[in-house]
């Protein structure tokens, strides 16, 4: 087969215009249902941005006074080490501390600059193996040379902390449930589109048109509705980040840490974009398979 | 250039649209299938074409075996082969020009061989001023010369044409059969089913006669009915 | 019954389909539209059924203006009028059986006047052993066959017939024409465009001639061609 | 018209069994979006049950001693009314406590079984004008008598519980938007289902059907496609409850408040029911207008 780049470029063009019902309806499922998807996984980025911080199931974190030696930072990592009650720690260090103060305070420009570096305490922060030894390790820390303070998450905080990392995962699985649902509607849409066409396929057929003669304008039919309905889908999820981070820097307290950014709205668009042109080409391939045998 | 060996051809187990048909058609050669409605002449096209496939029997085109053929091999096949179909099957929703000149793109032809020749076929269907017309904008003896200007335009080595003048008034009919022959003269094999008494008449071509899925007559120079 | 005042249509503001078009057809008249290609008997078929308006002119069908009808009485306009389409225009995905019984339960007939009514009118087109055949299983006469059957099946006052024998062989044809005479002759006007010269010659009926939309001859008890 | 009843049942079912392609891809489509809806609105139950008893944005309760006296209880409610720091408040009666409690520890009989009520103290719950005035409130009617102590919510737990009234807002504006996607994902194919159908409506309407005739099998058939498609919805909203309770049971803390019940499952079933009847129906009606007239 030739390859004539510009009948399939035209065919396609002209296809999407005469069968408009048909594309317009192939972009709006793309569009509601890749919305649907970015939306929640925005909704995602902006829990894990307000529970970044407890990620690693901190449960109790070791702060040193901002002039602690090196040696007792060492000593304290060594005994956390052979702690049996210790399941993890991790060492904060200054740098580390002020990458977090700067991320934490985002939306307060005039709070980071004014903040010293040389004033933010290194720290530990380590995970119990058991919730109920929070308390153990932290008495055998407090009064350590060189340490500070030992601050644990209080009963309720560690449960909230608990139910918010089940909201992460609840997220998760639910992005994950309207991926696969944005799968399925696009598809479905695609091959009503294409069985109303079974007639037009067979034609081409039984002229003497190879497969992929056929294939490859319904492909980029497909193409341009899933990258259409995408970008529609791209532009409300950018309009909804938006919305979203006005009402988190209205709101107050920890739900300030729930920010999200510009870029992760570019960020999600992108994958968006990728999976409707993936999902239309796919799907206009799969409706296409059935009507191609005569 | 075309033969069947013992061809039969049964739908849905019950319905024997062809039995036992064995019949050899010589390149050049211009034959007639007549047979009263439901005799199975368009399904004795549509083997050939692969459209559907024999319950047993063999088909050779153009020394090859149809049933045989491998899938993708089939769209090389009916290349060439221009097919004028009962209900002449255009593409919806693509104009007159595109209708035609898609069994062109098909084989790749390029652009400035297209834009020359489906005009030029257009005319001689008697259809150029419609070229920008949608199917759905056409009378029925229109549409079938569309179908027509189709099958004819790359120039294929066998012909098929299943009632080609059936909506066609007379005169229209006329000028067809002539541009048939023509095209038959130049080599191109010509089968064509028809229930049309005079042209048979007049032509004195091959006639193979099919009643209820039998070859019932086959005859050179033959006319529509038997001879009484 | 029927009448035609300088009826002009005009396709896409370009294409006159009918050019100022006047004609009366009695009841219980017998009318052949016959003509070229594309002169424009389906548009005027189709101005009958109210499936297109005209530009200007008024058409009058049994006593009614149809272009003034009022959209939710055109329903109860058709049923009036039995057509047998160029195209036929089966339901597509319905049995030859449900295709001709549809007619009947549009008209809401009871259950057993169905069941004993579209048996009886497949036997009379031949086809009554392929009722429960899909109309894609039929041959291109057989579904030329179910749409007479579907029109003929209500026995309306007027019958439109568009081309009904194109696709049929001779004899079978002539079955038909004797029963569209028959019906003729129970008081129901029909009007059959046709490209049949045969058929029009030996009926020797009324002819209206249509050329590039225009009327060109108008002639009871005529023949196809001009008188030569 | 007469309305034949049989004719309309058969012709539904005849053409439900033939489309079988837009039959399935309509059923579908109702299904994975009702799902996608009907799981939001399940989730946000279980967030209302979990945070019922912070639903009025309790800032502090003030406790009483089981035996306390009507007279102190009156003393205490006046100087509420009374005060300009207080926003609202409202009585938990002893009855109401037990209520409380009740459905706190569903999970847990035993306990409720155990609790005698006379020992449940009753109390009010005050919201503060500004939550900054909590404590103030506090210290007013600490040792009041007949009060037995005054709880005040911590600062974390104060910010956490704002941040759940958050998500519940979130995930009633979610459920909002995927009712409406649901609606126009099912409209949408159906009319497409409609569109590969158009010829045959046209060559109805010419054999002389009403618009009616036609568009009742057509509506009967939207009905059947949304009162399926709703159904595999509801089985799929029922089995996540179980799964979801299931892990609510087996989880700890504060997540045991955040149960579900077969109830709000059927509850929402039902709807979903309903919902997927009506745009069905809808849905074949808009998408059979445009091929009407003809
Ligand atoms: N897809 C099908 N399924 C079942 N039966 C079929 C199918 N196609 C055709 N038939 C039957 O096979 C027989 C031959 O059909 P065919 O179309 O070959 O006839 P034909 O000679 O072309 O008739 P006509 O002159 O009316 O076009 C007919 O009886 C027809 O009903
Ligand atoms: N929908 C349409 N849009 C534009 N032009 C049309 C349309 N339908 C028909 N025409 C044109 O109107 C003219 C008359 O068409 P019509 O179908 O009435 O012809 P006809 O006499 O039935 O021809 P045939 O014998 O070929 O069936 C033709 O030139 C045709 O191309
Ligand atoms: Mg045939
Ligand atoms: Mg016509």
Redesign the pocket.
Known sequence: MAFKLDYFARETMVSLRRNLVMTLAGILTVAVSLFLFGGVVLLSRMVDHGTARWKEGVELEVFFVPTATQQQIDDVQQELKDSPNVKKFRFISKKEALDLFKRFFADQPELVEAVDPDTLPPSFRVVPKDPELTETIAVQFRGRPGVDEVLTAQEQVRRMLHAISWIRRLFFAISGVLLLSSFFLIVNTIRLATYARRREIQIMKLVGATNWFIRIPFMLEGLVQGAAGAGLAFGAVYVLQQILSDLVVRSEGVFRSFFITTGDAVGIGLWVLVIGGVVGVAGSAIGLRRFLDV | MITLEHVTKTYKSDVVALRDVSIEIKKGEFVFLVGPSGSGKSTFLRLLLREDLPDTGRILVAGRDVARLSTWKVPYLRRNMGTVFQDFKLLPGKTVYENVAFALEVIGRPRHVIESQVPQILELVGLAE?SQ?FD???????Q?RVSIARAFVNRPLILLADEPTG???PATAEGIMRLLDRINRTGTTVVMATHDEGIVNTMRRRVVELDRGLVVRDQARGVYGLPA
Chains 1, 4 share one sequence.
């Open positions: 419609k017309r759905y904008e056409l009378s029925g003896g229109e079938q909506n066609l008034d």
